[in-house]
C-alpha cells in the first residue's frame, strides 16, 4: 500500500506508542490526526511534529464515550476530506489484580481499552469505505492480549482486541480494508502513569495514588515498571507499524520475549482435545 498523501487518525497519539505511530506515519507523508485527552501533551506533540514539516492536527477526544470518539472522526473529515487508516491505540493499565478492582476500574479499563476499539471499527470502518481507496484499521492490543499474567481487567480487553482484529479481518477484507493487531512487548511508555488520564466522571470512584502505591508494592508491578524503563522505543514500534500497513500484516509483534509464554498456552489448549479426543460425545 503507498501511504504518501493518506491521511490516518491515531487514539492515544500524545505519547508513547501512540506518538511513535503518529510520527513514523508523518515521515512517510500521510497526514494525522491524533487524538487524545491528554491536551498540554497533544499540544506538544503536535507542535514538534509540525516543526518537522509534518502535516498533523490534533483533537481531543476520551475515547471511552462514543460521542466523543465520533465527533473527533467528524473533525477529521471536516480537516482531511477523507481518512484511510484507523490506529486504535489509546490505553490504560487500568484495574488492579484480584482483590484490588473495582466496578469503577473494570469500567474505565473496558471503555478505553475495549469500547473505543469497537467504536473505531464501527465508525471508521463505513468512512474508509465510502472513498473506494482502501485502508487500514490497526488496533494495539498487548502480549498480554495472547497470555493471562496477574492483571485481569487488562487481559480482558486485550484478548478482546485481538478476538475483534481476528474476527473482522475476514469480514473487512472484501471491503477493502486491512485488519492488523499491534501486540508489543515492554515499550519505554508512560503507562505505568496511566492514573493521570483518568476521566473525571470515575474521580470519587477510583483513587488513582492509593492504586499506585497498593502496585507499587506488588513484586510484578516493581518488575513491570524496571521492564518498561528499559523497554523498546516507542518510535521503532512506529515504524514496524508503518511496514505493517504497507504490507497489510495480521500481527505486528515487536520482539520475541513472549514467544515461549504463546507456546505454552497453545501445548495447554492442544492438550486439552487430546485429553478428550479418544471419546464420543453424548448427544
Ligand atoms: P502511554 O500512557 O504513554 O500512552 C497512552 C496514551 O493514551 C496517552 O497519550 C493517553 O493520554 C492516552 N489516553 C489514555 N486514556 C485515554 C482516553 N480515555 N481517551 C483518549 N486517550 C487516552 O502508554 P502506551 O504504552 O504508549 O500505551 C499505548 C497502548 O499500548 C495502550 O493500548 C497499551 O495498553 C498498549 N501497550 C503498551 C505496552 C508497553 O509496554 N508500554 C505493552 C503492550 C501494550
Same mark, same amino acid.
Given at each position: 500500500k503507498e501511504l504518501a498523501g493518506k491521511t490516518a487518525f491515531v487514539t492515544g497519539?500524545?505519547?508513547?506508542i501512540g506518538l511513535g505511530i503518529a510520527t513514523a506515519l508523518a515521515q512517510a507523508g500521510v497526514k494525522v490526526m491524533m487524538a487524545d485527552i491528554e491536551k498540554d501533551a497533544l499540544d506538544k506533540a503536535i507542535s514538534d511534529l509540525r516543526l518537522t514539516n509534518a502535516d498533523v492536527e490534533g483533537v481531543i477526544a476520551d475515547v471511552s464515550l462514543k460521542d466523543q470518539l465520533q465527533a473527533a472522526a467528524d473533525a477529521t473529515i471536516e480537516r482531511f476530506? !477523507?481518512?484511510?487508516i484507523l490506529v486504535n491505540n489509546a490505553g490504560v493499565g487500568g484495574a488492579g489484580g484480584y482483590g484490588q478492582w473495582n466496578d469503577a476500574a473494570w469500567d474505565w479499563t473496558i471503555g478505553v481499552n475495549l469500547m473505543s476499539v469497537v467504536w473505531g471499527f464501527e465508525i471508521f470502518g463505513p468512512l474508509i469505505e465510502s472513498h473506494g481507496e482502501g485502508g487500514q484499521i490497526v488496533s494495539t492490543a498487548s502480549m498480554a492480549g495472547l497470555v493471562a499474567a496477574v492483571a485481569p481487567a487488562y487481559n480482558v480487553t486485550k484478548y478482546g482486541v485481538v478476538a475483534l482484529s481476528e474476527g473482522l479481518r475476514q469480514e473487512l477484507a472484501p471491503r477493502g480494508i486491512g485488519v492488523s493487531v499491534l501486540c508489543p512487548g515492554?515499550?519505554?511508555? !508512560?503507562i505505568m502513569e496511566s492514573?493521570? @488520564?483518568?476521566?473525571g466522571r470515575f474521580a470519587s470512584k477510583i483513587d488513582v495514588e492509593a492504586a499506585a502505591a497498593q502496585a507499587a508494592e506488588s513484586e510484578f508491578a516493581k518488575m513491570a515498571a524496571d521492564l518498561i524503563n528499559k523497554g523498546i522505543d516507542p518510535l521503532y514500534v512506529g515504524e514496524l507499524v508503518r511496514e505493517a500497513i504497507e504490507e497489510d500484516w495480521p500481527y505486528i509483534f515487536?520482539? @520475541?520475549?513472549f514467544e515461549s509464554g504463546v507456546d505454552e498456552r497453545f501445548a495447554a489448549i492442544k492438550a486439552g482435545f487430546d485429553r478428550i479426543r479418544d471419546r464420543t460425545p453424548r448427544h
Open positions: 497519539a500524545a505519547s508513547g476530506g !477523507k481518512v484511510h515492554f515499550i519505554r511508555t !508512560k492514573g493521570r @488520564n483518568l476521566p515487536t520482539d @520475541n520475549m
